[in-house]
Structure formats: structure tokens, C-alpha cells
């Protein structure tokens, strides 16, 4: 299955969100892509930090982005999962 274009995503994004406002949601489908749309947006700042980390010569300006884009990827997974985030270690 191909990714949907930037369109099409944006499209189905704004329905779930009507569905989510309206309650219109009865398997929690609108309710999932939005959560895991939210996601994939964290994660994929990591990897554009991990990336420049990694192609810059692993710098102290692009160490700080990649953690901090860790933390924010980390405070986003525990808060949606209601847990409680523990240190990575990189501070």
C-alpha cells in the first residue's frame, strides 16, 4: 500500500477530527490516526536530528537538537500513554 499524499492525509486528517468533535467514533478509528499521525510527526523530528547529528560531525549544537528532540518524542509517548517517563541518560 502506497502513503497517502500530503492531500489526502491532511483530507483525512480533518475528518477525524470532525468525527472526534462530533463523537462520531464508535471504533476509534479517527481518535488512532490522530494520536498516531501526532506521533509519526515526534519520531520523524528524531530522525532528522539523529540525521544531522550524525552528517555534521556529530556537533554539540546537533547533540543538544537530537536530544531534545528525544525528549520531546519521550514526554509525547508518555503522555499519550499515561505513563511515566524515565531519563534516557544523554543529559
Known amino acids: 500500500m502506497t502513503r497517502p499524499t500530503e492531500d489526502e492525509l ?6 477525524a477530527a470532525q468525527m472526534r468533535d462530533k463523537d462520531l467514533d464508535p471504533f476509534l478509528i479517527a481518535k488512532s490516526l490522530l494520536s498516531e499521525n501526532y506521533r509519526a510527526r515526534c519520531l ?3 530522525l532528522v536530528a539523529a540525521d544531522r547529528y ?10 543538544t537538537q537530537l536530544i531534545r ?6 514526554e509525547m509517548e508518555a503522555y499519550s500513554t499515561h505513563q511515566r517517563q524515565d531519563d534516557f541518560g544523554l543529559e
Do not use: F, H, W
Open 10 to 15: 491532511n483530507s483525512a486528517l480533518a475528518m
Open 44 to 46: 520523524q523530528e528524531v
Open 54 to 63: 550524525i552528517n555534521m560531525g556529530m556537533a554539540d549544537s546537533e547533540r
Open 69 to 74: 528532540a528525544i525528549k520531546k518524542a519521550k
